[in-house]
T-cell receptor, first 113, second 116 residues
Framework: AQSVTQLDSHVSVSEGTPVLLRCNYS??????LFWYVQHPNKGLQLLLK??????LVKGINGFEAEFKKSETSFHLTKPSAHMSDAAEYFC???????????FGTGTRLQVFP | NAGVMQNPRHLVRRRGQEARLRCSPM?????VYWYRQLPEEGLKFMVY????????ESGMPKERFSAEFPKEGPSILRIQQVVRGDSAAYFC??????????????FGPGTRLTVT
């Protein structure tokens, strides 16, 4: 069975400091991994995706994530937080041969001025 | 190219009534997914449909919930005899017909159902 675990339910950073949102996955097969962002009362937007190409994946708005098979991790990072980054972030896994997405429980990112 | 459209955006129903949620996928997309997000939780998969076919309904409650994606028109998620526990945000996603691999799902803005 596939699952993702987001290790922090809340993360708070100051504007201009680095962001690290942690995610570990469990999958019997080669997974596809995604990070989605959800702003309050809005839909979900794809930040980036890993599909067995380069292990370091660059996404939108300066975010990137590194797939580490040995650690079964797919942590999301950004060098410098912006106020507009405050949102809920979801780590997501899907199997290459199935279609449904399996969401983590989310990490709420707060950015202080 | 319009994104995934869902309507209504907000729906209030009394206990025992029916709720119908609509989803129009992006142009050219033939795969539709429904997810439910309970308050303070992540999204949970409900059902995956292609035109006129239910492919995977493993996440659908056994009773009161049904979904369809007809040849013409939007996909419909129908909840009969709603209860307070059905209050949630329901998201639809669509993807293009790429066989065999994972691909991006594009999400709509969601329908927020409140059962009073």
């Amino acid at each position: 069975a596939q699952s993702v675990t987001q290790l922090d339910s809340h993360v708070s950073v100051s504007e201009g400091t680095p962001v690290l949102l942690r995610c570990n996955y469990s999958s019997s097969y080669s997974p596809s991994l995604f990070w989605y962002v959800q702003h309050p009362n809005k839909g979900l937007q794809l930040l980036l995706k890993y599909t067995s190409a380069a292990t370091l994946v660059k996404g939108i708005n300066g975010f990137e994530a590194e797939f580490k098979k040995s650690e079964t991790s797919f942590h999301l990072t950004k060098p410098s937080a912006h106020m507009s980054d405050a949102a809920e972030y979801f780590c997501v896994v899907s199997l290459s041969n199935t279609d449904k997405l399996i969401f983590g429980t989310g990490t709420r990112l707060q950015v202080f001025p | 190219n319009a994104g995934v459209m869902q309507n209504p955006r907000h729906l209030v129903r009394r206990r025992g009534q029916e709720a119908r949620l609509r989803c129009s996928p992006m142009k050219g997309h033939s795969h539709v997914y429904w997810y439910r997000q309970l308050p303070e939780e992540g999204l949970k998969f409900m059902v995956y449909l292609q035109k006129e076919n239910i492919i995977d309904e493993s996440g659908m409650p056994k009773e009161r919930f049904s979904a369809e994606f007809p040849k013409e028109g939007p996909s419909i998620l129908r909840i009969q005899q709603v209860v307070r526990g059905d209050s949630a945000a329901y998201f639809c996603a669509s993807s293009p017909p790429i066989p065999g691999g994972s691909y991006e799902q594009y999400f709509g803005p969601g329908t927020r159902l409140t059962v009073t």
